[in-house]
């Protein structure tokens, strides 16, 4: 890249008052501060084409996640879900760029969808698990008003942030695995390779082609490998379905096709559709820890990736600051709020605008090129109905290896911090729960440091944290113990 490294703006030029720039730059120039970080009007709009081509994934892995039935049995059909990926991308992305001014793109997290169909919707109704994402979302930027993110992640021990991040990285992976078909359950064990303990049939051949097509480009450094292997799953999987004559019960589910016109009017069914309340069910205890789940999916990665992004991007010093930080945090936290209004589930920053910084994108305007595509996908929710899910399942697994790289940052050789990030990150897939996970890497941290004496080192926030989790282990036998159940 021969971009200038540029310092951190000052306070002033992050909120639009800088020093008067000098004449003949245009407003879009002027607003966006493009030539004050060294970049180009033309640099930021192919920085913005190359970051959506990088994540357009997720309008075919959202509604994939979404697809769970809720409480009541009811689930989310397929066109609204896209759409409302698609709207929640669109809204935050714009709201990225325009506010926070910087190259950053926001998407459905998949780590929270993948909280939302295990761990919500399982106790209460698809209206109800978008109030929590409402409600996690105002949690987040509480937080950030108040200055207590910073504080909570300086708080919590940077083993068990990792640990969280490969976590969900597996479970995120097991999804992937289980609605591929590639891993099921049986009678051989809890779960067993394929549906009957073999693997069988084209659905799952078509998924390890595509699984094993994305980590060769991906070995190869080929930008987009994740969109290229998605479309060279979904073409093989359209021809061999018209010349093989498969059929929805071949593909257990809908066959790869397009019904009709490529464009049709967006599906806004899910919008607004947000309950709060109705809760009693499930107790005050289990709403709490369900928010608290989500607030932990979408908490950890944001800051660490919005200012890795803007290092690489050269806006972020040596102690993390950098220009809009504080906006680009707030912006984060309310894609929790606004991904549960529009029904898509809370949106987050995605990693993939580095690639998009790797093209030359210094600034916002980049972040708007991208939000003004995903509102366009608005009007082609029919194209994801030639990705089968089996296809678009490969790209989670690929997701979940991606997040296990922060296994290189952790001292496996210290049992007191490999124990803890063991439990973490085993116990997410085995119980199919982060909080579980969180749970058990918590007091296992705390355990272990206070049988080595240090327990001051804890410190009070963990210590609160560590009751928290003994308390939600231990509700329903002490209920069950009292006769409350």
């Given at each position: 890249?021969?971009?200038?490294?540029?310092?951190?703006?000052?306070?002033?030029?992050?909120?639009?008052?800088?020093?008067?720039?000098?004449?003949?730059?245009?407003?879009?120039?002027?607003?966006?501060?493009?030539?004050?970080?060294?970049?180009?009007?033309?640099?930021?709009?192919?920085?913005?084409?190359?970051?959506?081509?990088?994540?357009?994934?997720?309008?075919?892995?959202?509604?994939?996640?979404?697809?769970?039935?809720?409480?009541d049995k009811h689930t989310l059909g397929?066109?609204?879900?896209?759409?409302?990926?698609?709207?929640?991308?669109?809204?935050?992305?714009?709201?990225?760029?325009?506010?926070?001014?910087?190259?950053?793109?926001?998407?459905?997290?998949?780590?929270?969808?993948?909280?939302?169909?295990?761990?919500?919707?399982?106790?209460?109704?698809?209206?109800?698990?978008?109030?929590?994402?409402?409600?996690?979302?105002?949690?987040?930027?509480?937080?950030?008003?108040?200055?207590?993110?910073?504080?909570?992640?300086?708080?919590?021990?940077?083993?068990?942030?990792?640990?969280?991040?490969?976590?969900?990285?597996?479970?995120?992976?097991?999804?992937?695995?289980?609605?591929?078909?590639?891993?099921?359950?049986?009678?051989?064990?809890?779960?067993?390779?394929?549906?009957?303990?073999?693997?069988?049939?084209?659905?799952?051949?078509?998924?390890?082609?595509?699984?094993?097509?994305?980590?060769?480009?991906?070995?190869?450094?080929?930008?987009?490998?994740?969109?290229?292997?998605?479309?060279?799953?979904?073409?093989?999987?359209?021809?061999?379905?018209?010349?093989?004559?498969?059929?929805?019960?071949?593909?257990?589910?809908?066959?790869?096709?397009?019904?009709?016109?490529?464009?049709?009017?967006?599906?806004?069914?899910?919008?607004?559709?947000?309950?709060?309340?109705?809760?009693?069910?499930?107790?005050?205890?289990?709403?709490?820890?369900?928010?608290?789940?989500?607030?932990?999916?979408?908490?950890?990665?944001?800051?660490?990736?919005?200012?890795?992004?803007?290092?690489?991007?050269?806006?972020?010093?040596?102690?993390?600051?950098?220009?809009?930080?504080?906006?680009?945090?707030?912006?984060?936290?309310?894609?929790?709020?606004?991904?549960?209004?529009?029904?898509?589930?809370?949106?987050?920053?995605?990693?993939?605008?580095?690639s998009g910084v790797g093209e030359g994108?210094?600034?916002?305007?980049?972040?708007?090129?991208?939000?003004?595509?995903?509102?366009?996908?608005?009007?082609?929710?029919?194209?994801?109905?030639?990705?089968?899910?089996?296809?678009?399942?490969?790209?989670?697994?690929?997701?979940?290896?991606?997040?296990?790289?922060?296994?290189?940052?952790?001292?496996?050789?210290?049992?007191?911090?490999?124990?803890?990030?063991?439990?973490?990150?085993?116990?997410?897939?085995?119980?199919?729960?982060?909080?579980?996970?969180?749970?058990?890497?918590?007091?296992?941290?705390?355990?272990?440091?206070?049988?080595?004496?240090?327990?001051?080192?804890?410190?009070?926030?963990?210590?609160?944290?560590?009751?928290?989790?003994?308390?939600?282990?231990?509700?329903?036998?002490?209920?069950?113990?009292?006769?409350?159940?």
């Open positions: 890249m021969t971009q200038q490294s540029t310092a951190p703006q000052t306070a002033a030029e992050d909120a639009g008052e800088g020093s008067r720039p000098p004449a003949g730059r245009s407003w879009l120039d002027r607003y966006f501060h493009i030539s004050d970080r060294g970049s180009t009007i033309p640099r930021e709009v192919r920085g913005g084409i190359t970051t959506f081509m990088a994540m357009c994934y997720i309008l075919l892995l959202n509604p994939l996640i979404l697809s769970t039935p809720d409480v397929h066109a609204g879900v896209v759409t409302a990926t698609a709207l929640g991308a669109a809204v935050c992305t714009l709201l990225m760029g325009f506010v926070g001014k910087v190259p950053l793109a926001l998407a459905a997290g998949l780590n929270v969808s993948a909280a939302l169909t295990t761990q919500v919707v399982p106790h209460m109704t698809w209206p109800q698990a978008m109030g929590m994402c409402v409600l996690y979302g105002v949690v987040i930027m509480l937080l950030v008003v108040t200055g207590l993110r910073e504080m909570i992640m300086n708080a919590i021990p940077l083993a068990l942030k990792h640990a969280i991040t490969m976590g969900i990285g597996m479970f995120v992976a097991l999804l992937g695995l289980v609605k591929a078909g590639f891993v099921g359950k049986g009678e051989g064990g809890p779960v067993t390779l394929g549906l009957t303990g073999n693997l069988s049939g084209w659905p799952v051949l078509f998924f390890c082609v595509t699984l094993i097509l994305i980590f060769m480009l991906q070995a190869r450094r080929v930008p987009g490998a994740i969109l290229i292997g998605i479309v060279a799953g979904s073409v093989l999987s359209i021809v061999a379905t018209e010349a093989g004559g498969l059929t929805d019960k071949d593909w257990q589910g809908a066959a790869p096709a397009l019904h009709g016109s490529a464009v049709s009017a967006p599906d806004f069914g899910l919008f607004g559709h947000v309950e709060f309340g109705g809760w009693g069910s499930i107790g005050a205890l289990s709403v709490g820890m369900i928010v608290f789940t989500l607030v932990l999916a979408g908490f950890f990665d944001a800051m660490a990736t919005i200012i890795g992004v803007g290092t690489e991007a050269k806006l972020a010093d040596d102690k993390g600051r950098m220009p809009g930080l504080s906006k680009a945090l707030f912006v984060d936290g309310a894609g929790g709020a606004i991904g549960g209004v529009t029904g898509g589930s809370g949106q987050t920053v995605f990693i993939e605008s580095a994108a210094r600034t916002g305007l980049s972040a708007v090129v991208t939000g003004l595509f995903f509102a366009a996908c608005l009007f082609f929710t029919p194209l994801t109905q030639l990705v089968p899910a089996q296809v678009a399942s490969a790209a989670l697994v690929v997701i979940g290896s991606m997040m296990m790289s922060a296994a290189a940052h952790v001292d496996w050789s210290d049992r007191a911090t490999s124990i803890p990030v063991f439990l973490t990150v085993a116990l997410m897939p085995f119980t199919y729960q982060i909080t579980a996970g969180v749970g058990a890497g918590v007091i296992a941290y705390t355990a272990i440091k206070t049988a080595q004496g240090k327990w001051r080192e804890v410190g009070g926030f963990m210590w609160v944290l560590t009751l928290v989790f003994v308390v939600y282990f231990s509700l329903h036998p002490i209920e069950n113990w009292l006769g409350v159940r």
